[in-house]
Structure formats: structure tokens, C-alpha cells
């Protein structure tokens, strides 16, 4: 029972608000979100997730990117911040924090969500992969949910709430959601949380086979001991099929991937032919889009998409600015212990 309880907990610390031990079909659904975004993340960033797994449960992404090309990126690192970067802050005035911590379950989407934020904006840290079976990781915390994150001392909790709390330290002077397009980017990202992650959930669980390969990946790199490991990716599987087909009625889907493709068309269309909803550079929205479905790319739902529909480009380009970002991060912070070597201070 305690193996169930643990796995159930995933769903319950799934979601970024308040979340009490509510009804069943509540406590199903989170489950299922926890679930489906385990699939993660074979994208630009996968080097660092996948290829430095155990790195990636308490290590910093400069530890996990010090791969070749580093020194050639370094090289272009200035012009390529200035192309990029340029909707930022300058650099004596960007947000250096010196300690950022992202406590996390790999499967949930709203973590997912806080990643893209943190790579975009090329702010360096540290992962620590959840246990949902006794969440030891996080006992100190009196928020039981993730995402948790510290920044220097300081404990930021819900997803919106961490985003919102992180671009007003970088933009200071500037509110969140604020300008002429504040409007569509609020709107925008109220859908990403509201609809896109309950259209993703039916697909990602539509057969038995994707359900396995869902919970495959969340097995391998979630923080499950052997046994536990073996416990959920079967059974786990087999309760999330038909949970699925419980939500599909919920939110009245008759065609999981009619509905998946119309979602993402609808995106498309919100785009009204700029490269980013946010125009030249990706906005609050964007990013959530992007975090949201980074997690699915390479399961069976998420070639569908890209192979049904036209949100492939835009996904390319999301994906090209995060590859970016992070090598960005990765060259800066080599940089920086460099320096540190050499006794000059970090600069900024």
C-alpha cells in the first residue's frame, strides 16, 4: 500500500496551486499528469538530462554540459547574447542569483515549465529529483508539492508563481504580463495550463503500449528505488490507461488526437505569423507552451504532433533559443570558474 500511496503522491504534488487529499477522480488526475510529462524531455537539452542522469539529481548544468564545443561557443558567446538576449536587461543589470535549487519529479509539467523559464534566461541550477514515494528530499519544506525552488536562501513555490516572482527580478522596472500584448500573453498562458495539459494527458495514455512507454521513462529516470521501479512502471500503466479514458470523458474529447492536433493548431493560428507569440523573442507563454510539450517530443503522441500539424517550426525555433541559452550558461560559467582559478572575481 505504501508503494501505491507513493506513487499516488506524484499526482498529488503535481499541480502548482493548493492541493488538499480531495476527491479520487482529483487525486486520478494529477497521477495522470505526473505521468505523462515522466516521458521527458529528448530535446536540445537532452545531453543534460539523459546522458548525465545521475548528475542531473544534484549537479549544476555547467557540470553537465562541459562537452565539446564549449570552447567555440565561448568564442561566440557575446555576439550570439546580444542576437538572442536582446529583449534582456544589460549584463551589470541582469539577475545573477549565487544558489538555485529546482526540487522536482521529472514527470510533472509545471517543473517542466520552471526549466524552460531558468535555461531561456541563462540562470544556472541545481537539480534535486524528488522521491514521490517518502519525499525525504523535501521533508524540510512545510510545501509538500513541486516545484519547490530556493534562490539564494529564499523558498518560491507554484509554477506561475515562481515565473512570475523570477521575471520581475530580472525586469525589475517592468511588470509581469505588462505592455500591449500583456493581454495575449496572460490569455495564452491560462490555455497552456488550463487546456493544452488536459488535451495532452488522453494521448499520452491512449493505448496500453504508449502507457507503457509513458511510464518506461518515468521509471528510468525518476527517483524510484529497483523495486519500486518495477511496481510502477506496470501498474502504474495499466491504472493510468483507464484513468485516461476517464479524463477523455471529463473534458469531453472524443478523438484524443483530433483534439491534440486542434490544440495545436490553435497555437499555430495564436501565433498570427510571427516566429514566437511573443514576436521576434519568446515570452512568458511561449515558454510555457514549449515546457509543456519538451516533455513528449519523442513518444508516439509527440511525433504525431510535429508529423500532423504545423506546429513543428515553431517548436524548432523554441528548441534553437533554448539550445542557445544553455550553451550560453554553460560557456559564462566556465568562464567564470576560469576566472575564480585565477583569482578574479565573478563579474556582474
Known amino acids: 500500500m505504501k508503494r501505491f500511496s507513493g506513487l499516488a503522491a506524484i499526482g498529488r504534488a503535481i499541480e502548482g496551486g493548493a492541493v488538499t487529499s480531495g476527491s479520487t477522480s482529483t487525486t486520478h488526475h494529477r497521477f495522470l499528469q505526473a505521468a505523462l510529462y515522466s516521458s521527458s524531455s529528448f530535446s536540445s537539452a537532452e545531453s543534460r538530462w539523459f546522458s548525465h542522469h545521475e548528475i542531473a539529481k544534484h549537479s549544476t548544468r555547467s557540470d553537465a554540459h562541459s562537452i565539446a564545443g564549449t570552447m ?29 535549487v ?4 521529472e514527470a510533472c509539467p509545471f517543473c517542466n515549465k520552471v526549466k524552460a523559464f531558468l ?18 528530499e ?49 490569455k495564452w498562458r491560462g490555455w497552456v495550463d488550463n487546456h493544452l495539459v488536459h488535451v495532452l494527458s488522453p494521448n499520452i495514455y491512449r493505448t496500453p503500449s504508449e502507457a507503457i512507454e509513458s511510464f518506461d521513462y518515468i521509471t528510468t529516470h525518476g527517483n524510484f528505488s529497483l523495486t519500486d521501479r518495477i511496481i510502477a512502471k506496470y ?22 488526437r483530433a483534439a491534440l492536433y486542434e ?15 511573443g514576436g521576434s523573442t519568446p515570452n512568458l507563454a511561449d515558454l510555457a507552451a514549449f515546457g509543456v510539450l519538451r516533455p513528449i517530443r519523442h513518444l508516439k503522441s509527440g511525433r504525431d504532433i510535429m508529423e500532423n500539424t504545423h506546429i513543428g517550426d515553431w517548436y524548432s525555433r523554441m ?30
Request: aromatic share 10%.
Open 235 to 256: 501498474a502504474g500503466a495499466a491504472a493510468m490507461y483507464f484513468v485516461s479514458k476517464k479524463l477523455k470523458k471529463k473534458y469531453n474529447i472524443t478523438d484524443e
Open 263 to 277: 490544440a495545436a493548431d490553435t497555437w499555430v493560428d495564436a501565433l498570427k505569423g510571427r516566429n514566437f507569440l
Open 119 to 136: 535555461d531561456y534566461h541563462d540562470i544556472p541550477y541545481k537539480i534535486v529529483e524528488v522521491n514521490p514515494m517518502n519525499k525525504k
Open 138 to 186: 523535501i521533508k524540510w519544506s512545510d510545501y509538500k508539492k513541486v516545484p519547490i525552488l530556493m534562490v539564494d536562501g529564499e523558498q518560491m513555490v507554484d509554477s506561475s508563481d515562481i515565473i512570475d516572482k523570477l521575471y520581475q527580478k530580472i525586469h525589475p522596472e517592468m511588470p509581469v504580463d505588462s505592455g500591449s500584448e500583456g493581454h495575449e500573453e496572460r
Open 72 to 100: 567555440f561557443f565561448s568564442a561566440a558567446a557575446s555576439s550570439l547574447a546580444e542576437d538572442v538576449h536582446a529583449k534582456e536587461q544589460p549584463p551589470s543589470k541582469k539577475f545573477l542569483p549565487n544558489d538555485v
Open 102 to 105: 529546482l526540487y522536482q519529479y
Open 319 to 348: 528548441e534553437s533559443m533554448m539550445k542557445i541559452a544553455i550553451e550560453l550558461v554553460a560557456s559564462f560559467e566556465k568562464q567564470s570558474k576560469s576566472a575564480s582559478r585565477h583569482g578574479f572575481p565573478r563579474s556582474g
